[in-house]
């Protein structure tokens, strides 16, 4: 079953990769689903397989090995000839307040790492101004509005970080070089340069668990922001599938 959509021709028969960092998240987005679920062990990762079209692997803590349990994943379903057709970096991260306050959902416009590049005596330079790579990954304009509309999730820039911040000073930096910033995590960018070498479409969806700041552990809503995230997958998942690309 093929439908018509604004970039051109989708199916419904693609399924979706949906990353986390940790179990906890990955089982958040899981409740939205419901019903069974079959574990695929793969080198290294352990792929959830949902009833519904969306495959859910905890991909752990940090860039790095995000992007490569990812990329194990992207392999494995392009070895077996069932290939993605979009992959969904999401959990819990910190909010840059007041525009994303505790318990929202941001949906990213662009998914920028902040940390890559070279600290100088002039300040901070991003790896591109080396003439290296690429700091930013773009989600599908279209699908991030439907997201945005679905969810009620604001849209802007989300932040990868190796160093979660823990100063004002260090939120106060990364605003300033980040103007459209509105949340911080640590796999988005590992999980949009894996899907960009597999060809694939990556969205970033985060639920606010804490402000980006000073780290006071008290003031954290990390049910919350998980609950969040098995509220937003149950609203957004049939634009998701029918967004999946050919």
């Known amino acids: 079953m093929v439908l018509q959509a ?12 949906v990353a986390t960092a940790v179990p906890a998240e990955r089982d958040a987005v899981a409740q939205a ?16 397989r949902t009833a519904g079209r969306c495959d859910l692997l905890a991909a752990g803590v940090g860039p790095a090995l995000a992007a ?29 307040p007041p525009e994303a306050p505790l318990g929202s959902l ?14 100088t005596a002039d300040g901070f330079l991003p790896v591109t101004e080396l003439g290296f790579g ?6 599908p304009e279209p699908l991030v509005r439907v997201v ?6 604001r849209t802007g820039t989300v932040l990868t970080v190796s160093t979660v911040t823990g100063t004002a000073a260090r939120a106060a930096e990364l605003r300033a070089r980040h103007p459209r910033a509105l949340a911080e995590g640590m796999e988005g960018f590992g999980v949009a340069e894996a899907a960009a070498a597999h060809g694939v479409p990556a969205l970033e969806i ?33 634009a998701l599938e029918s967004w999946t690309s050919v």
């Open 6 to 17: 604004e970039e051109g021709l989708i199916t419904r028969y693609r399924r979706i990769l």
């Open 148 to 153: 945005s509309e679905a969810t009620g999730a």
């Open 206 to 238: 985060r639920a606010v668990s804490n402000p980006v700041g000073p780290r006071d552990r008290a003031a954290w809503r990390v049910g919350d922001a998980l609950a969040a995230l098995t509220e937003a997958f149950g609203e957004l998942t049939p």
């Open 134 to 139: 690429t700091i930013t990954h773009r989600p």
């Open 33 to 48: 689903f419901g019903g069974s679920a079959e574990d695929v062990r793969l080198p290294g990762a352990l792929l959830r």
């Open 106 to 119: 941001v949906v990213a416009d662009a998914i920028t790492v902040a940390d890559l590049g070279a600290d």
């Open 68 to 96: 490569a349990s990812t990329a194990t994943a992207l392999t494995a379903a392009a070895l077996a000839g069932t290939p993605y057709g979009l992959v969904v970096s999401t959990g819990i991260g910190g909010g840059f």
